[in-house]
């Protein structure tokens, strides 16, 4: 752990002035995405100026309350991309629906996929399987069917695995389940958001106060937040023509 | 039969106290400690260790009472040993069903939502109690302790085919094993999925660790003391660690050939993945290699403490789960820094060798004064099995 915080913060010294509208708070993770999986069919999209996003997930893909959906990580991803792609038409569906299992998202996504058409699929799972024990086997094959089904449907897919939650951690084996994730959008050469290792690393660096009780939604919003716009580079990144992706990292 | 040295093998209890105390830091989340922990550097971890010392002893205790006390005498106490077993599981339960209430009172925070989720099931606390009194539901990190019930509840016709037609008896546990792979038996667990530890799979190295206890380990010593099978068992080791390496530098992943990695992973630790059991028996050949049994420095007070731990390795391994809870606990109220936790990994190997030095003394007081007989007593509390 103190070796990748270090790295992290000697990268951090490296990190370019491209972050400049980036805050810090979420620059610390920079070095955790990996783009080693380009993205053709988004690439298509932005040339063609418009790109479709699906979002699938569960509950950690939204907020509570009436500021929930404009605060999510989602609509972040949306604005930052937007932000960043000037001339871009970036429009959202969101498929979201919380205590859903991989199994249970991949049911609904030929229907969902049809209905919008998306360039890009970003699929958030892991936890409710995590939390039902789902067999590790059955979690995988989920994950390689649904991934099938978009690549079909003419979508690029991006995971996105659990979120490190700190005082469950000794009732939800979530790290198991990331790690399948990482394992399979290997296996699939799909880009893997990382979220669970993106999280831990703020909670190591004390970036965001995870183990915090609190009813208040600042912390979670500024966390959707940092997610939402890392997504968004992610998503630039893995889809720019010109660059050699086979080298991954920055 | 082959007559079997009765002085207890003390490289037995160092390192089952060793893989006790790996099991502990493994267990507390986000632990910086475990780092240390095997598991980080190779394909096995130390359950391994522990299932296969487990069978190694449990084959020495009972192996002997059988000879001596006959088929039945030897099954009833194999039986009380799984039945303590039961009890103490069921005990770590009621404290695992304590922290859960704790949280479910006092946490609250919206990005959690759906992660509170889990506490649901202290709404209907009737079936989550009833599937964990017949060993279905399983709370995470208490997975051992059901493997060892259900390999104690087999143990007894297994041990008495072991002491008549070993080779018969190995060849049949590897054939279940294999059967298990092929067939994809398991045991089903609540509320999906099924045991973290596979039953089928794992009794392959109980049975092996008891096949050795019983003069395998003998019969095997002209292949372990060979220079090429050390070289072999040292070239894998030195193949697993690196291959470990890339899965905490995913850029040195590029390295490992896709035809490679399409071979090895996943690397299965619920059915116990042949990677694992030659990783795990490259380890033993260098050990065994490193370590004599007679080696003086094995009685020296330096090993004590691991030694103790080992010795009493059931209560040894409860109290870790529940030093394990608490560690958590105090890193979520109190303090995660590194500093808080390496100070409380270290109390919490402190608190285990004295509880486990504790119940020597309890032992010694209860057997009366007197030396310790030479060898070990088969005492029907089923010790040390």
Same mark, same amino acid.
């Given at each position: 752990?103190?070796?990748?915080?270090?790295?992290?913060?000697?990268?951090?010294?490296?990190?370019?002035?491209?972050?400049? $509208?980036?805050?810090?708070?979420?620059?610390?993770?920079?070095?955790?995405?990996?783009?080693?999986?380009?993205?053709?069919?988004?690439?298509?999209?932005?040339?063609?100026?418009?790109?479709?996003?699906?979002?699938?997930?569960?509950?950690?893909?939204?907020?509570?309350?009436?500021?929930?959906?404009?605060?999510?990580? +989602?609509? @972040?991803?949306?604005?930052?991309?937007?932000?960043?792609?000037?001339?871009?038409?970036?429009?959202?569906?969101?498929?979201?629906?919380?205590?859903?299992?991989? %199994?249970?998202?991949?049911?609904?996504?030929?229907?969902?996929?049809?209905? /919008?058409?998306?360039?890009?699929?970003?699929?958030?799972?892991?936890?409710?399987?995590?939390?039902?024990?789902?067999?590790?086997?059955?979690?995988?094959?989920?994950?390689?069917?649904?991934?099938?089904?978009?690549?079909?449907?003419?979508?690029?897919?991006?995971?996105?695995?659990?979120?490190?939650?700190?005082?469950?951690?000794?009732?939800?084996?979530?790290?198991?389940? =990331?790690?399948?994730?990482?394992?399979?959008?290997?296996?699939?050469?799909?880009?893997?958001?990382?979220?669970?290792?993106?999280?831990?690393?703020?909670?190591?660096?004390?970036?965001?106060?995870?183990?915090?009780?609190?009813?208040?939604?600042?912390?979670? %919003?500024?966390?959707?937040?940092?997610?939402?716009?890392?997504?968004?580079?992610?998503?630039? $990144?893995?889809?720019?023509?010109?660059? +050699?992706? #086979? $080298?991954?990292?920055? | 039969?082959?007559?079997?040295?009765?002085?207890? !093998?003390? @490289?037995?209890?160092?390192?089952?106290?060793?893989?006790?105390?790996?099991?502990?830091?493994?267990?507390?989340?986000?632990?910086?400690?475990?780092?240390?922990?095997?598991?980080?550097?190779?394909?096995?971890?130390?359950? %391994?260790?522990?299932?296969?010392?487990?069978?190694?002893?449990?084959?020495?205790?009972?192996?002997?009472?059988?000879? %001596?006390?006959?088929?039945?005498?030897?099954?009833?106490?194999?039986?009380?040993?799984?039945?303590?077993?039961?009890?103490?599981?069921?005990?770590?339960?009621?404290?695992?069903?304590?922290?859960? =209430?704790?949280?479910?009172?006092?946490?609250?925070?919206?990005?959690?939502?759906?992660?509170?989720?889990?506490? !649901?099931?202290?709404?209907?606390?009737?079936?989550?109690?009833?599937?964990?009194?017949?060993?279905?539901?399983?709370?995470?990190?208490?997975?051992?302790?059901?493997?060892?019930?259900?390999?104690?509840?087999?143990?007894? +016709?297994?041990?008495?085919?072991?002491? @008549?037609? +070993?080779?018969?008896?190995?060849?049949?546990?590897?054939?279940?094993?294999?059967?298990?792979?092929?067939?994809?038996?398991?045991?089903?667990?609540?509320?999906?999925?099924?045991?973290?530890?596979?039953?089928?799979?794992?009794?392959?190295?109980?049975?092996?660790?008891?096949?050795? =206890?019983?003069?395998?380990?003998?019969?095997?010593?002209?292949?372990?003391?060979? @220079?090429?099978?050390?070289?072999?068992?040292?070239?894998?080791?030195?193949? #697993?660690?690196?291959? /470990?390496?890339?899965?905490?530098?995913?850029?040195?992943?590029?390295?490992?050939?896709?035809?490679?990695?399409?071979?090895?992973?996943?690397?299965?630790?619920?059915?116990?993945?042949?990677?694992?059991?030659?990783?795990?028996?490259?380890?033993?050949?260098?050990?065994?290699?490193?370590?004599?049994? !007679?080696?003086?420095?094995?009685?020296?007070?330096?090993?004590?403490?691991?030694?103790?731990?080992?010795?009493?390795?059931?209560?040894?391994?409860?109290?870790?789960?529940?030093?394990?809870?608490?560690?958590?606990?105090?890193?979520?109220?109190?303090?995660?820094?590194?500093?808080?936790?390496?100070?409380?990994?270290? /109390?919490?190997? #402190?608190?285990?060798?004295?509880? #486990?030095?504790?119940?020597?003394?309890?032992?010694?007081?209860?057997?009366?004064?007197?030396?310790?007989?030479?060898?070990?007593?088969?005492?029907?509390?089923?010790?040390?099995?």
């Amino acid at each position: 752990m103190m070796g990748r915080v270090l790295l992290t913060l000697a990268l951090l010294a490296l990190a370019g002035p491209a972050w400049a $509208e980036m805050p810090a708070t979420c620059r610390v993770a920079e070095p955790q995405i990996a783009h080693d999986f380009p993205l053709p069919r988004v690439m298509h999209a932005l040339a063609a100026k418009r790109l479709d996003i699906l979002v699938v997930g569960a509950g950690s893909s939204s907020l509570p309350g009436p500021t929930g959906a404009k605060n999510a990580f +989602p609509a @972040r991803l949306q604005n930052a991309l937007t932000e960043q792609l000037p001339g871009v038409d970036v429009s959202l569906t969101l498929n979201v629906k919380s205590g859903r299992t991989a %199994e249970q998202m991949v049911k609904t996504l030929a229907p969902a996929l049809q209905a /919008a058409k998306p360039a890009l699929m970003i699929w958030q799972t892991g936890t409710v399987d995590a939390m039902q024990s789902i067999d590790t086997d059955q979690f995988k094959a989920a994950l390689d069917h649904g991934i099938a089904i978009a690549h079909s449907a003419g979508a690029d897919v991006v995971l996105i695995n659990a979120q490190y939650s700190p005082r469950t951690e000794s009732m939800i084996a979530l790290g198991t389940y =990331a790690e399948i994730m990482r394992w399979v959008a290997l296996q699939q050469e799909v880009p893997l958001f990382d979220r669970f290792s993106i999280m831990k690393l703020w909670a190591d660096l004390g970036t965001f106060d995870l183990y915090s009780a609190t009813k208040k939604l600042d912390i979670a %919003e500024s966390v959707h937040d940092c997610i939402g716009r890392l997504l968004a580079e992610l998503v630039i $990144e893995a889809a720019k023509p010109d660059e +050699p992706h #086979a $080298e991954g990292g920055r | 039969m082959a007559p079997v040295s009765t002085e207890r !093998d003390l @490289r037995l209890d160092l390192f089952r106290g060793i893989a006790l105390w790996l099991i502990f830091l493994d267990h507390i989340p986000s632990n910086a400690v475990s780092w240390i922990t095997i598991r980080n550097y190779g394909f096995s971890d130390a359950t %391994e260790i522990f299932v296969f010392i487990s069978g190694y002893t449990a084959a020495f205790v009972y192996g002997r009472a059988m000879r %001596e006390h006959g088929f039945i005498v030897a099954s009833a106490r194999v039986l009380k040993r799984a039945w303590q077993i039961y009890v103490a599981h069921v005990f770590l339960f009621a404290i695992y069903l304590a922290e859960i =209430a704790y949280v479910a009172h006092s946490f609250d925070n919206p990005l959690y939502t759906e992660e509170m989720g889990v506490l !649901d099931f202290l709404k209907n606390p009737d079936v989550t109690i009833f599937q964990a009194l017949i060993l279905k539901f399983k709370p995470v990190n208490m997975d051992v302790l059901p493997l060892y019930i259900v390999l104690l509840l087999w143990f007894p +016709p297994m041990l008495w085919l072991l002491q @008549r037609t +070993p080779s018969f008896a190995l060849a049949g546990s590897a054939l279940l094993y294999a059967l298990t792979w092929w067939f994809d038996w398991s045991i089903p667990a609540y509320p999906a999925g099924t045991w973290v530890f596979n039953p089928f799979a794992w009794q392959l190295l109980f049975v092996f660790g008891a096949w050795c =206890a019983l003069g395998g380990a003998q019969r095997l010593a002209r292949w372990t003391n060979s @220079r090429v099978v050390i070289w072999l068992a040292a070239a894998y080791i030195l193949f #697993a660690f690196a291959i /470990a390496m890339t899965w905490y530098f995913p850029r040195l992943a590029v390295f490992v050939p896709h035809a490679l990695a399409d071979a090895i992973y996943p690397i299965d630790k619920t059915n116990l993945d042949v990677l694992r059991i030659v990783h795990f028996l490259s380890l033993a050949v260098i050990t065994v290699w490193f370590v004599p049994r !007679d080696w003086p420095v094995l009685k020296s007070p330096a090993f004590w403490p691991a030694v103790v731990c080992g010795q009493h390795s059931l209560e040894t391994f409860c109290l870790g789960v529940f030093l394990a809870f608490a560690a958590h606990f105090l890193f979520t109220e109190i303090s995660n820094s590194l500093l808080t936790q390496i100070i409380v990994s270290l /109390a919490g190997i #402190a608190i285990m060798v004295g509880a #486990a030095a504790l119940i020597s003394w309890y032992r010694q007081v209860e057997r009366g004064p007197g030396p310790r007989p030479p060898s070990i007593e088969p005492g029907y509390a089923g010790r040390d099995a």
